[in-house]
């Protein structure tokens, strides 16, 4: 159940199970129910405007807003964690900022604010890269994160919304966790958690950056990802705490009986021992040694002893439960009230674990037993605990889960909610005691009081955090109410500064003495960031510094006040590089941005150099060098160092990016075409600027692929390699989809494919003319794919879309030839392949590459296996439909007539088949004269102005991609004279004696 701070009569209650909220905005009058498209795991109230909302859905990691109070949502951001907040009136410029914790797919967290409902991004600190899972939190005017290495964890601090810098703690102890336990007052307390269960307290200056040690070996609880410590903010004082902590070392087994609560008044500068009440001194077993300590933390979670109650509404009124002695007592608890801020403490008249309660703004309290045993009697006190009644609130004990102020601690009504039974249902009680405070206080039963803390030097000046406050409140016997509408008078005035409103600095701390401030062991100021310098000057602290929240005037503080000093000369430390970018497309600008922890800048050297064989560059002073923009014209992976150099030492920054080219365009290779059962193999040839393809080696690609089928539906991949092999089980059809992704940049290619049931591929093997070219080359590989595609295509008689060649980068150079199905009344497969392994095997096949004289013969041509990659010397088999042969069985008797016809069936078959034979020769002859004729003839292209983007060839009207190309693919250039074709004569094999020389000759057509 949520109810609006900017508004109290809205409320939401949420029912996650069903993903379904109640609305009200008349204090529960009327409620709508709204359906949500989300799990609301989480809502978050804006504090200011009524109806804004945030909605948090854990399993999906996203956030939603809604403008009207929960009816209608609209999804802010995705990858959001848990941690997200609303901004800050006051501090934040717009108040629909939502600050976040944004995770990314692969890993990193960082942090991200935007303006709601739109998300328009908030302007933040790119400097701060990543952080920690689960470390944002945004209080006040403060945002902390965490920073961790492997083994060590920092926090950064961004103040009033300015760049994060990192917190600097006093000690040389690893820290594991931060929790910031109080920001109140322009101070953070913050504990740590370091390695051996120990946590300290610090206290910041203003800016949360610098912080000193207030308390040491603090009692802490720690959970999975998280830690508590027993720390508790007095409401309605500044400035006042309680702390408990371990008098004996965390390693000794018995620590945890060491516990001793300290008091504060002005915010962790000085604690004292809380004082025994004198009813209970003589309980005390060692008197000199006696104090009361209270059950805070620790002890409710393990003990269930319910918390210290204090409210602003009755200031200086502290009910606790704890123990009187040397240490806290943890196997035992009484009830203790205070109603001067802890100065002085009485004790109630009973034992045990009660469920205290401040009503009437202190004007009554109550307890009720919170052992878990059934009870139905309730104490009651309207003296601030001088004076205490009971009454029994039923007639039936039961056992009491929880009370509560309702509705607020500014009435004299509470409710009380528990069950007889585990088994029972729940029973809600109301206990209104307007029936025993039934006047109200008039003027004769106020009296005004001031705290005044006997610890501080000057106790007779009353002063808190530099104030002496005086408030009116009721006579402890005056039993009267203060009624609702009863407004506090308080007075304020501001005391003279005393040693009371200073502590230790920043690498201080107290002397034996505990009123001095003496250099830490640890404390090496060159670790500090430069100090600001006014003509050579600047304030260097005395070891002290101010109270953040103290409001003292004037006074002696001589000793306290920083001293002017010349500026010392430090040497350069924590030098960062950052920049918005790893990734950089060539030749684009990239800033990067130079920060420095400590050490002098003004006089020290900067230089940067960018690791891409260019000169260094060099400034003097860190307001030069801060802020370099640079641009890369080659790829690679460069390492960006910075230099930082004077007299008193050095430091040095590395920063890694990557340049990577643009993706231009990408070629698409399918090398023994496409059949149904066979792994199919498609080879991705990326393209930058200017074809460059010298990325494609590089891991930085990846290549999502899809294959669609009107049948069979899409079949998806993602690769990181340029080669996929795919399988297909249906001929037909299927578009190609792929994208191309590199850190820079993207590509889009589609294209249709064509898978058959039956194809061949034929490995062709060239003489050694062949290995002058280098078939590694793409543009070398295409274009002897296109020649050899040109020429086949002729010289087989054949469609040139009935072909792909491909030249696979590998030496020797070979081409693989595939020759697909025929259309109606042409040449089988079978044909064609042994046309041209014939010609093959008889060196018949001779044809110039790109000039005249580079003519190049193939030797060789076998069947290539692509299963297995083996090579056959002959044609596949002709596949004929079976011949089936009926023999007759269980014939016993042939009669004449039977035997007759069997006789005239053979006769005629015999001439039929003969006929048949002839037929098949002169078939054969004919083919055999007309392949002689066309050997003849073989053209070269003299002049190539054109080549296919791919090296393989599926020249004309449609290739394997279903590319539409015009039927003269390879075309002459008309710019040079004798343009036409030439057309080479291959000479019929003659024997050995023939001269080699005569064996070719030109004629111009």
Request: with cysteine; glycine share 6%.
């Given at each position: 159940m949520l109810s609006s701070p900017a508004n109290r009569t809205q409320t939401i209650l949420t029912d996650l199970a069903n993903g379904r909220l109640a609305v009200t905005k008349d204090s529960g009058a009327s409620w709508v129910v709204v359906k949500l498209q989300f799990a609301p795991h989480r809502l978050l109230l804006h504090p200011v405007f009524k109806d804004l909302v945030l909605g948090y859905d854990l399993r999906r990691l996203k956030l939603y807003v809604s403008e009207d109070f929960g009816s209608t949502w609209c999804l802010l951001r995705e990858r959001v964690t848990e941690r997200f907040f609303w901004a800050v009136q006051g501090v934040d410029k717009e108040p629909r900022t939502v600050h976040m914790e944004l995770q990314d797919p692969v890993g990193p967290v960082t942090y991200f604010a935007c303006i709601a409902p739109a998300c328009d991004p908030v302007p933040t600190d790119k400097s701060l890269g990543n952080i920690d899972f689960y470390s944002l939190i945004v209080e006040r005017e403060y945002i902390f994160v965490q920073k961790s290495t492997d083994d060590i964890t920092f926090l950064y601090v961004s103040y009033n919304r300015g760049p994060f810098q990192k917190a600097f703690f006093p000690t040389n102890l690893q820290a594991l966790d931060f929790n910031v336990v109080d920001t109140t007052d322009q101070q953070v307390f913050i504990a740590i958690d370091f390695e051996g269960n120990i946590a300290n307290l610090y206290l910041s200056d203003i800016t949360g950056q610098y912080y000193v040690t207030s308390v040491e070996n603090v009692v802490g609880l720690r959970y999975p990802g998280k830690f508590d410590v027993d720390l508790v903010k007095v409401k309605g004082l500044k400035g006042i705490y309680l702390v408990n902590k371990f008098e004996t070392p965390v390693a000794n087994d018995m620590a945890v009986m060491s516990q001793r609560t300290y008091i504060t008044y002005n915010k962790g500068g000085h604690w004292r021992l809380l004082d025994v009440p004198p009813e209970a001194k003589h309980l005390c077993h060692e008197p000199d040694n006696c104090h009361l300590h209270l059950h805070i933390g620790l002890t409710n979670a393990f003990l269930a002893i319910p918390l210290v109650e204090t409210i602003a509404e009755a200031p200086g009124l502290i009910l606790a439960h704890g123990t009187t002695g040397t240490f806290l007592d943890l196997t035992t608890s009484h009830v203790f009230i205070s109603r001067d801020a802890g100065l002085t403490w009485i004790p109630a008249p009973f034992v045990g674990n009660y469920f205290l309660t401040i009503l009437d703004q202190g004007g009554a309290i109550s307890a009720i037993l919170a052992d878990r045993v059934p009870t139905n009697t309730v104490h009651y006190s309207c003296t601030e605990g001088a004076t205490w009644s009971t009454h029994n609130f039923t007639e039936e004990d039961i056992i009491i889960e929880g009370v509560v102020n309702e509705p607020g601690s500014t009435t004299l009504i509470s409710s009380?909610?528990?069950?007889?039974?585990?088994?029972?249902?729940?029973?809600?009680?109301?206990?209104?005691?307007?029936?025993?405070?039934?006047?109200?206080?008039?003027?004769?039963?106020?009296?005004?009081?001031?705290?005044?803390?006997?610890?501080?030097?000057?106790?007779?000046?009353?002063?808190?955090?530099?104030?002496?406050?005086?408030?009116?409140?009721?006579?402890?016997?005056?039993?009267?109410?203060?009624?609702?509408?009863?407004?506090?008078?308080?007075?304020?005035?501001?005391?003279?500064?005393?040693?009371?409103?200073?502590?230790?600095?920043?690498?201080?701390?107290?002397?034996?003495?505990?009123?001095?401030?003496?250099?830490?062991?640890?404390?090496?100021?060159?670790?500090?960031?430069?100090?600001?310098?006014?003509?050579?000057?600047?304030?260097?602290?005395?070891?002290?510094?101010?109270?953040?929240?103290?409001?003292?005037?004037?006074?002696?503080?001589?000793?306290?006040?920083?001293?002017?000093?010349?500026?010392?000369?430090?040497?350069?430390?924590?030098?960062?590089?950052?920049?918005?970018?790893?990734?950089?497309?060539?030749?684009?600008?990239?800033?990067?941005?130079?920060?420095?922890?400590?050490?002098?800048?003004?006089?020290?050297?900067?230089?940067?150099?960018?690791?891409?064989?260019?000169?260094?560059?060099?400034?003097?002073?860190?307001?030069?060098?801060?802020?370099?923009?640079?641009?890369?014209?080659?790829?690679?992976?460069?390492?960006?160092?910075?230099?930082?150099?004077?007299?008193?030492?050095?430091?040095?920054?590395?920063?890694?990016?990557?340049?990577?080219?643009?993706?231009?365009?990408?070629?698409?290779?399918?090398?023994?075409?496409?059949?149904?059962?066979?792994?199919?193999?498609?080879?991705?040839?990326?393209?930058?600027?200017?074809?460059?393809?010298?990325?494609?080696?590089?891991?930085?690609?990846?290549?999502?692929?899809?294959?669609?089928?009107?049948?069979?539906?899409?079949?998806?991949?993602?690769?990181?390699?340029?080669?996929?092999?795919?399988?297909?089980?249906?001929?037909?059809?299927?578009?190609?989809?792929?994208?191309?992704?590199?850190?820079?940049?993207?590509?889009?290619?589609?294209?249709?494919?064509?898978?058959?049931?039956?194809?061949?591929?034929?490995?062709?093997?060239?003489?050694?003319?062949?290995?002058?070219?280098?078939?590694?080359?793409?543009?070398?590989?295409?274009?002897?794919?296109?020649?050899?595609?040109?020429?086949?295509?002729?010289?087989?008689?054949?469609?040139?879309?009935?072909?792909?060649?491909?030249?696979?980068?590998?030496?020797?150079?070979?081409?693989?030839?595939?020759?697909?199905?025929?259309?109606?009344?042409?040449?089988?497969?079978?044909?064609?392949?042994?046309?041209?392994?014939?010609?093959?095997?008889?060196?018949?096949?001779?044809?110039?590459?790109?000039?005249?004289?580079?003519?190049?013969?193939?030797?060789?041509?076998?069947?290539?296996?692509?299963?297995?990659?083996?090579?056959?010397?002959?044609?596949?088999?002709?596949?004929?439909?079976?011949?089936?042969?009926?023999?007759?069985?269980?014939?016993?008797?042939?009669?004449?007539?039977?035997?007759?016809?069997?006789?005239?069936?053979?006769?005629?078959?015999?001439?039929?088949?003969?006929?048949?034979?002839?037929?098949?020769?002169?078939?054969?002859?004919?083919?055999?004269?007309?392949?002689?004729?066309?050997?003849?003839?073989?053209?070269?292209?003299?002049?190539?102005?054109?080549?296919?983007?791919?090296?393989?060839?599926?020249?004309?009207?449609?290739?394997?991609?279903?590319?539409?190309?015009?039927?003269?693919?390879?075309?002459?250039?008309?710019?040079?004279?004798?343009?036409?074709?030439?057309?080479?004569?291959?000479?019929?094999?003659?024997?050995?004696?023939?001269?080699?020389?005569?064996?070719?000759?030109?004629?111009?057509?």
């Open positions: 009380v909610f528990g069950h007889a039974d585990p088994n029972a249902g729940w029973s809600l009680f109301k206990l209104d005691y307007s029936s025993v405070l039934t006047w109200q206080c008039g003027d004769e039963d106020f009296e005004m009081w001031s705290p005044a803390p006997v610890a501080q030097n000057d106790a007779s000046t009353g002063c808190i955090m530099g104030e002496h406050l005086v408030y009116e409140r009721r006579k402890m016997m005056a039993e009267c109410y203060y009624g609702a509408d009863y407004y506090r008078p308080k007075s304020q005035q501001n005391c003279t500064c005393g040693p009371e409103d200073f502590e230790c600095d920043f690498g201080y701390k107290l002397a034996p003495d505990g009123t001095s401030c003496v250099p830490s062991d640890w404390f090496n100021p060159d670790f500090l960031p430069a100090p600001v310098c006014t003509d050579g000057r600047y304030n260097k602290s005395s070891g002290y510094r101010r109270v953040t929240s103290s409001s003292c005037e004037r006074g002696d503080v001589t000793l306290y006040l920083p001293v002017l000093t010349p500026c010392p000369l430090l040497p350069p430390r924590g030098l960062k590089i950052s920049s918005p970018r790893t990734c950089v497309q060539l030749g684009t600008n990239v800033t990067f941005h130079l920060t420095q922890e400590s050490g002098s800048e003004k006089e020290t050297v900067y230089t940067w150099n960018f690791g891409d064989g260019t000169d260094p560059v060099t400034y003097t002073g860190l307001q030069r060098a801060a802020m370099v923009t640079r641009s890369f014209n080659a790829k690679g992976r460069f390492n960006i160092t910075v230099t930082a150099v004077n007299s008193k030492g050095s430091a040095e920054a590395v920063f890694t990016i990557n340049a990577e080219i643009e993706i231009y365009s990408v070629l698409v290779e399918i090398p023994w075409g496409v059949r149904t059962g066979i792994p199919s193999y498609f080879n991705v040839t990326v393209l930058g600027t200017d074809n460059d393809t010298s990325f494609a080696q590089e891991n930085t690609l990846h290549f999502v692929w899809e294959f669609k089928n009107k049948l069979t539906g899409s079949i998806r991949q993602l690769t990181w390699q340029n080669v996929i092999q795919q399988e297909f089980k249906q001929p037909g059809e299927y578009i190609l989809t792929l994208n191309v992704y590199n850190s820079v940049s993207s590509v889009f290619y589609t294209q249709s494919v064509v898978v058959y049931e039956e194809i061949t591929t034929v490995r062709i093997h060239f003489s050694d003319e062949i290995h002058y070219y280098d078939s590694e080359s793409l543009n070398i590989r295409q274009a002897l794919a296109e020649i050899l595609c040109h020429n086949l295509a002729q010289i087989l008689g054949i469609r040139r879309t009935r072909i792909i060649m491909s030249v696979p980068p590998m030496h020797p150079a070979v081409g693989d030839l595939t020759v697909l199905p025929p259309y109606p009344k042409e040449d089988t497969t079978y044909m064609v392949v042994k046309n041209l392994i014939d010609q093959a095997q008889h060196k018949y096949l001779s044809f110039p590459l790109f000039t005249r004289d580079d003519v190049v013969t193939i030797m060789d041509a076998r069947i290539l296996d692509l299963r297995t990659g083996s090579e056959s010397p002959t044609a596949p088999p002709i596949t004929a439909p079976p011949i089936t042969i009926t023999v007759p069985v269980n014939v016993t008797m042939v009669t004449m007539q039977q035997e007759r016809h069997s006789l005239l069936a053979v006769y005629i078959s015999i001439p039929v088949c003969c006929i048949m034979v002839a037929i098949a020769v002169s078939v054969k002859i004919y083919y055999k004269k007309k392949l002689k004729s066309q050997r003849k003839y073989y053209p070269i292209v003299r002049h190539r102005a054109r080549v296919h983007h791919d090296s393989t060839c599926s020249c004309g009207e449609e290739d394997i991609l279903g590319m539409e190309e015009p039927e003269d693919t390879i075309i002459p250039d008309s710019g040079y004279p004798g343009n036409e074709p030439t057309l080479m004569i291959l000479n019929e094999p003659v024997t050995s004696q023939t001269p080699t020389n005569n064996r070719l000759s030109a004629l111009r057509c």
